[in-house]
């Protein structure tokens, strides 16, 4: 495993020419794509754009841009990465507020149930708005917490109206069975709703094999929207239908400028958007309208696949000797887009790796987590990312004083 073959690895590799639509910086190794993906060139472009048209255009940006049409447009893009088909997706809002919407559409169908099922490691957001939802609706819900996939499925029953889970475990990288858990879930007459922030964009998803009924998710992570930029929501084809949407506003109407004041709800997902699109975030995210449609989905999954087998191999025959424990699942179809492990002084290793030009991640209480996006990341970029943690923890740079305060 010489750093040859790594090279030798990225000269093979039939999807490199994607990262040259990204600004990569040479001197940094970007592993934190679980908090924001890379930038895509086109977005200096399309930001220069909004500023210019803002002043010149001003209201008819409306009608001459496409800043309304954006979260459906971007939605067809990525849909493919989640094996969603066109309109069956649209960027919007937060995945808080995806998840709220989702769950209580399902509520909503599933009126005479009173259980929602979870995982007791689900990300806090997505608990708190369970919790938030028994305070919403004026039946008796209450939510349980599961915390493996098998227990989960035995939890289920004639009660529960809604299996709202996480794809990816955010700590430990460990991806459920969404087929699976699914299918059980639909032998009891439960709904599904899935968070694949974690997965989507960088390890398969397939809503339409698994007959998943609503899929949500970050759009920053590995899909690239930028800091801070719109999640998505998917519904089954026929399910957003079968209900009011929780969050009835103006752009989910059936016809927006018909200006109505009594709502109507527009056929299939878009029912779910609610407000004025942030135009502002879009145009930061529009480079994606070209660069997703170029991206074969199985592709870019065996990608991760080889980077992310090569990342655990090097970390355990170059760091295991110093401490470092892989945490992730082996098998590459139980992992999500990243690779997490432990190590001595794991959130004072985050720190000094910065200023060795890695970008990484920390979770309490001890997990290093490397996010890896197969957009940019090349088999050579872990062998020197490998190589600057094994340097880190060998001349034991972490201990020095400055890193002892880790960031969030
Ligand atoms: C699994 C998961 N869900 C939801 C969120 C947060 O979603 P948002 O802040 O977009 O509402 C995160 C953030 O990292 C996450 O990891």
């Known amino acids: 495993m010489t750093r040859d073959h790594a090279l030798a690895l990225d000269k093979a590799d ?3 020419f994607l990262r040259d639509f990204f600004e ?26 909004l500023l210019d048209d803002w002043v010149t ?18 939605g067809d893009a990525i ?6 088909g066109k309109g069956e997706v649209v960027m919007c ?26 995982q007791s490691g689900n990300f806090p957001t997505d608990l708190h708005v369970l919790e938030g939802l028994k305070h919403v609706f004026s039946r008796d819900l209450r939510v349980i917490f599961c915390a493996s996939e098998d227990e989960a499925i035995a939890a289920l029953n004639e009660d529960t109206a809604v299996a709202a889970v996480s794809h990816v475990d955010y700590r430990s990288g460990e991806r459920w069975d969404m087929a699976r858990v699914t299918k059980a879930a639909h032998d009891q007459g439960v709904l599904t709703v899935w968070d694949v922030s974690h997965s989507a964009g960088a390890v398969s998803v397939d809503v339409r094999a698994a007959d998943a009924d609503f899929v949500i998710g970050c759009g920053y992570k590995y899909l690239c929207s930028g ?24 752009m989910g109407h059936a016809d927006v400028f018909a200006f109505a004041g009594k709502y109507e709800p527009h056929p299939g997902v878009k029912r779910f958007l609610t407000g004025t699109p942030p135009v502002g975030a879009n145009e930061l995210a529009k480079p994606l309208l070209d660069i997703w449609p170029k991206v074969d989905p199985q592709a870019l999954w065996a990608k991760h696949k080889s980077l992310t ?10 760091c295991g000797p110093l401490g470092v424990t892989v945490t992730s699942p082996e098998d590459h179809a139980r992992r999500g887009g990243n ?22 991640s920390f979770r309490k209480p001890g997990a290093i987590r490397f996010g890896v996006s197969p957009l940019v990341i090349r088999h050579v970029d872990i062998y020197d990312a490998v190589q600057r943690l094994k340097h880190v923890l060998k001349a034991e740079i972490w201990k020095q004083p400055k890193y002892a305060k880790v960031a969030v």
């Open 14 to 16: 039939k999807l490199a």
């Open 24 to 49: 990569v910086p040479e001197d940094l190794i970007h592993l934190d794509a679980n908090s924001v993906g890379p930038m895509p060139k086109g977005t200096r472009e399309t930001a220069k754009g």
């Open 57 to 74: 255009l001003r209201r008819r940006g409306w009608a001459e841009r496409q800043w309304l049409d954006m979260p459906s447009l971007l």
């Open 79 to 84: 849909a493919p990465m989640i094996g969603a």
């Open 93 to 118: 809002d937060s995945t808080t507020l995806n998840q709220f919407k989702a769950v209580a559409h399902a509520l909503s169908i599933n009126a005479n149930r009173n259980t929602i099922l979870t």
């Open 227 to 250: 800091p801070g930029g719109p999640a998505f929501i998917y519904a089954k084809p026929g399910l957003a239908d079968r209900a009011h949407p929780a969050i009835a506003g103006w």
């Open 309 to 318: 087998d090569y990342l655990i191999a090097r970390l355990r025959t170059e």
């Open 339 to 360: 690779v997490s492990f432990s190590s001595p002084g794991a959130g004072s290793v985050v720190e000094a790796l910065l200023d060795q030009g890695v970008v990484s």
